[in-house]
């Protein structure tokens, strides 16, 4: 009885924090919103959830492991180490009006919801903060402002530099159209440019004197479709051209193409992106060309622990999932209409169950290194309607209103309520760890 009254306490108290504070919450998205800003390049977003954070007491150290807009803020000492992972770029053509129908804005916008992710792990860990204040409960909170993730390298550069090494657990979450623990694997990817070099001609007058860049991008792609049928099931190998300016009378002699190879294990991708790479050398073999192949970036899988996973599914079934106005009703009705969104008239819907075995996702992202460092748990909530793809408009325009909003509030009410779990039981920790 007393535990149950105990943890009652609990969620009241951080019911309480977030009622005093979702206005703020509310006002710092959708400023981030406001102004989308691509990957690297997120000085207003990163400035402004830095501010929030700030003004609540935390410290904030900038410059992260070579990022201008990466940085790292950070309240009390000791052990635990909980640190909330945040995202806030947005992504190229997206910019959306938060109404329901088509109205782009121009520019970048937040069709993956990164204005709605980073305020509520900044939210969580304020709300963190005053608990262990109030309560004179030792350890430090962090929140890691990681920029970058839609192109897969903010995490993984912050990573390599050992910025989480001293984490006890890191939590984050992700905008989706479902209330649920992300037990999931992402995939990991490698995402590569092959650049091809010829010799240009006329085409018509002296074709013999020219060596075709584009006939090797071409070449090179139908060995990869071929490919396709001798991979995993998993695997996932999809590209477009970077490069085909130029008129038809002149050989190209530069073509260049942009490829992402997945798949839910490392070794598998790292298998098929050997065997992609040997694709686009035949194809410079067959025409005379040279590639040159850059690697952008590489990830790995998502690491699942089912200790966390199991303790933020028990806190998400303590806060209530939210309730939804007539007007965001309507809103959601409106823009599957004109999304032509797939849900059947059911828009909402509350918590689902844990999966008894790790999930097979066709996404990756760049949190998956971490969780091959440190214990690590991401959440997922309703910050859409049913149906709605992420990196599309009807995506970033729930994201600017209170469909996001609400969704943005419950995670970050189920984000610190479990991170307090942990601080006060520090043997779960132990447990997470001995798991991973």
Not at 119 to 145: D, F, P
Not at 268 to 293: F, H, P, Q, Y
Not at 365 to 394: E, F, I
Not at 402 to 426: D, R
Request: aromatic share 8%; charged share 25%; with cysteine.
């Amino acid at each position: 009885m007393a535990d149950r009254q105990g943890a009652d306490r609990d969620v009241a108290a951080f019911c309480d924090w977030f009622q005093r504070n979702s206005g703020e919450m509310i006002r710092t998205a959708d400023d981030i919103f406001r102004h989308p800003e691509l990957s690297g390049e997120e000085v207003y977003s990163s400035r402004r959830l830095a501010d929030f954070l700030e003004e609540r007491g935390f410290e904030i150290r900038w410059n992260v492991a070579g990022f201008e807009t990466a940085f790292i803020a950070e309240w009390g000492s000791g052990k635990p180490v909980i640190g909330f992972l945040a995202e806030y770029d947005a992504l190229p053509g997206l910019g959306q009006e938060p109404v329901a129908e088509y109205e782009p804005s121009g520019g970048p916008g937040h069709g993956c919801g990164h204005n709605l992710l980073g305020t509520a792990c900044a939210g969580a860990a304020c709300a963190l903060k005053e608990q262990m204040e109030n309560s004179g409960t030792a350890g430090t909170v962090r929140v890691y402002g990681c920029p970058a993730e839609e192109i897969v390298i903010g995490k993984i550069q912050m990573n390599e530099a050992g910025v989480f090494d001293d984490l006890s657990v890191a939590v984050t979450w992700h905008p989706f159209d479902r209330n649920r623990v992300s037990y999931d694997i992402w995939q990991a990817q490698d995402v590569k440019n092959y650049k091809f070099y010829g010799t240009a001609a006329h085409a018509s007058k002296h074709p013999e004197l020219g060596r075709s860049a584009l006939d090797a991008a071409e070449l090179m792609n139908v060995g990869v479709n071929y490919l396709r049928e001798h991979v995993a099931d998993d695997v996932r190998m999809h590209y477009t051209y970077t490069n085909t300016d130029g008129p038809a009378n002149i050989v190209p002699d530069y073509a260049a193409t942009n490829y992402f190879i997945r798949s839910g294990k490392r070794s598998r991708t790292e298998n098929a992106s050997m065997r992609v790479d040997d694709c686009a050398k035949g194809a410079a073999l067959m025409t005379g060309t040279r590639v040159e192949i850059e690697l952008v970036t590489s990830n790995k899988e998502m690491k699942v622990n089912r200790t966390l996973s199991e303790i933020f599914f028990h806190v998400m079934e303590q806060v209530p999932v939210p309730e939804y106005t007539k007007e965001e009703v309507q809103f959601a009705k409106k823009v599957s209409q004109a999304a032509g969104l797939e849900n059947d008239g059911v828009y909402f819907s509350g918590l689902e169950p844990l999966e008894e075995e790790p999930v097979l996702l066709s996404i990756g992202t760049d949190v998956s290194d971490v969780s091959h460092t440190v214990p690590t748990v991401m959440l997922s909530a309703q910050a859409m309607c049913k149906g709605t793809p992420l990196h599309h408009w009807s995506a970033a325009a729930q994201a600017g209103m209170g469909i996001g909003q609400k969704g943005m509030l419950y995670v970050a009410e189920c984000m610190a309520l479990g991170s307090w779990i942990l601080v006060k039981h520090p043997e779960k920790i132990e447990e997470a760890w001995k798991e991973m």
